[in-house]
């Protein structure tokens, strides 16, 4: 049996992570669970699947599991550092990277540096350093598995096929809750609304994210890194019904597109199974007869700018992903308190990028601290705006 840690065992994808293991027994041990501050469900947690570790950053929260579970066998551990020297202490199986934000980047190299595969669910990890991680996943022989619905469709679609047949890589995307808008009709709309996917269940932070097309803009530069293609052969396309989930153009013209019903348990149980494939659930089979015609087409890029700021990113290279990854973090935040409006999020991500100095090749330390300067810039732009 193989051992499994999961990182935001509490969220959306953590939470379905362990569905796609109750499905299947005896695949895998879960040794580690680590969440934010959640501490009622981990608790849940701890005592159904008996990890011998659960971690929670929020140290408060930390307190509070250690006495609820003071009757398990159970290590509780209380900070990020206590989370980074158990990651790189121990090998496991598998390490599914499912922590929103930037708070998942020294969690993921420190599993990296241990010799643990990831499964990726964490696009800011790539986003904002994503020159380290394929590094050191190369020095280290660690396999890295995307996680979400579209890489995973691409690393299904290029298993077997060398880089150089690649024509070009095509990101299909839902259009999110307000597809057909026009930037004056996304003056006005709520976080409430955001959130309201049309077709996914996800977490606030990425249901917002898919909402702008910044999640689009986030995969794009994922996909350059998690499979070396170069920026100007990865496409996007709107795709309202999410059933083509990616395609891959060889070069003689063949398409491959991987299909499937819209569920992340499919992405999250091939990542756990890969190289093999488990049996799926009922559910998860399409009933080709019943499927609604498959429609395509061009995002609109005046509308969602987030796209095009995503790849600027990409092509700029150096820390700019990081200050687009970082600024979009603050922004989104802000938006679903209500402090900031939805056309708000790209004009001061565009804002902050203008005013954050470049660095053409960061280490670590200048990504948190280029993350520290946006932090700076963006109060002084809320401050100039009150």
Same mark, same amino acid.
């Given at each position: 049996?193989?051992?499994?840690?999961?990182? $935001?065992?509490? $969220?959306?994808?953590?939470?379905?992570?362990?569905?796609?293991?109750?499905?299947?027994?005896?695949?895998?041990?879960?040794?580690?669970?680590?969440?934010?501050?959640?501490?009622?469900?981990?608790?849940?947690?701890?005592?159904?699947?008996?990890? &011998?570790?659960?971690? #929670?950053?929020?140290?408060?929260?930390?307190?509070?599991?250690?006495?609820?579970?003071?009757?398990?066998?159970?290590?509780?551990?209380?900070?990020?550092?206590?989370?980074?020297?158990?990651?790189?202490?121990?090998?496991?199986?598998?390490?599914?990277?499912?922590?929103? $934000?930037?708070?998942? #980047?020294?969690?993921?190299?420190?599993?990296?540096?241990?010799? =643990?595969?990831?499964?990726?669910?964490?696009?800011?990890?790539?986003?904002?350093?994503?020159?380290?991680?394929?590094?050191? +996943?190369?020095?280290?022989?660690?396999?890295?598995?995307?996680?979400?619905?579209?890489?995973?469709?691409?690393?299904?679609?290029?298993?077997?096929?060398?880089?150089?047949?690649?024509?070009?890589?095509?990101?299909?995307?839902?259009?999110?809750?307000?597809?057909?808008?026009?930037?004056?009709?996304? &003056?006005?709309?709520?976080?409430?609304?955001?959130?309201?996917?049309?077709?996914?269940?996800?977490?606030?932070?990425? =249901?917002?994210?898919?909402?702008?097309?910044?999640?689009?803009?986030?995969?794009?530069?994922?996909?350059?890194? #998690?499979?070396?293609?170069?920026?100007?052969? !990865?496409?996007?396309?709107?795709?309202?019904? =999410? !059933?083509?989930?990616?395609?891959?153009?060889?070069?003689?013209? =063949?398409?491959?597109?991987?299909?499937?019903?819209?569920?992340?348990?499919?992405?999250?149980?091939?990542?756990?199974?890969?190289?093999?494939?488990?049996?799926?659930?009922? /559910?998860?089979?399409?009933?080709?007869?019943?499927?609604?015609?498959?429609?395509?087409?061009?995002?609109?890029?005046?509308?969602?700018? +987030?796209?095009?700021?995503?790849?600027?990113?990409?092509? %700029?290279? $150096?820390?700019?992903?990081?200050?687009?990854?970082?600024?979009?973090?603050? +922004?989104? /935040?802000?938006?679903?308190?209500?402090?900031?409006?939805?056309? /708000?999020?790209?004009?001061?991500?565009?804002? !902050?990028?203008?005013?954050?100095?470049?660095?053409?090749?960061?280490?670590? %330390?200048?990504?948190? %601290?280029?993350?520290?300067?946006?932090?700076?810039?963006?109060?002084? !732009? #809320?401050?100039?705006?009150?």
């Amino acid at each position: 049996m193989r051992d499994l840690a999961i990182l $935001g065992s509490t $969220g959306s994808v953590g939470v379905q992570t362990l569905n796609v293991l109750d499905r299947n027994p005896g695949k895998y041990k879960v040794r580690l669970l680590v969440a934010r501050a959640n501490w009622r469900l981990l608790e849940e947690q701890a005592r159904r699947y008996t990890p &011998e570790t659960v971690v #929670l950053t929020q140290e408060d929260a930390a307190k509070e599991l250690h006495y609820r579970l003071r009757d398990m066998p159970i290590k509780v551990l209380a900070g990020e550092q206590a989370l980074a020297e158990q990651l790189e202490s121990v090998r496991y199986s598998m390490v599914v990277a499912a922590m929103v $934000g930037h708070a998942g #980047l020294l969690p993921v190299l420190s599993a990296i540096r241990a010799g =643990s595969d990831i499964a990726l669910a964490n696009k800011e990890v790539l986003v904002m350093a994503g020159h380290l991680v394929t590094k050191l +996943c190369r020095e280290k022989g660690v396999n890295l598995i995307p996680l979400d619905s579209e890489h995973s469709a691409i690393f299904q679609c290029l298993r077997g096929h060398p880089r150089g047949e690649v024509r070009s890589i095509i990101l299909t995307a839902s259009g999110g809750p307000f597809r057909g808008m026009s930037a004056a009709e996304l &003056e006005h709309v709520t976080p409430d609304q955001a959130v309201r996917h049309p077709n996914w269940r996800m977490g606030a932070k990425i =249901s917002v994210d898919s909402a702008t097309l910044m999640n689009k803009g986030l995969e794009v530069i994922e996909a350059h890194w #998690l499979f070396g293609i170069e920026p100007e052969k !990865i496409r996007v396309v709107i795709h309202p019904q =999410s !059933i083509v989930h990616s395609m891959v153009e060889f070069i003689d013209g =063949s398409v491959l597109a991987q299909l499937g019903v819209v569920s992340m348990e499919l992405p999250i149980q091939y990542a756990l199974s890969w190289p093999r494939r488990w049996p799926g659930a009922r /559910e998860h089979y399409i009933d080709w007869l019943q499927l609604p015609p498959l429609h395509f087409e061009e995002p609109d890029r005046l509308a969602f700018p +987030c796209l095009d700021l995503a790849r600027a990113a990409l092509t %700029e290279g $150096g820390n700019a992903p990081a200050v687009l990854s970082a600024a979009n973090d603050l +922004c989104v /935040e802000a938006f679903l308190q209500g402090a900031m409006g939805f056309n /708000e999020i790209p004009r001061v991500i565009a804002e !902050i990028r203008k005013r954050v100095p470049w660095r053409p090749n960061p280490g670590v %330390e200048e990504i948190f %601290e280029t993350v520290a300067q946006v932090k700076a810039e963006f109060r002084d !732009i #809320l401050k100039d705006s009150e």
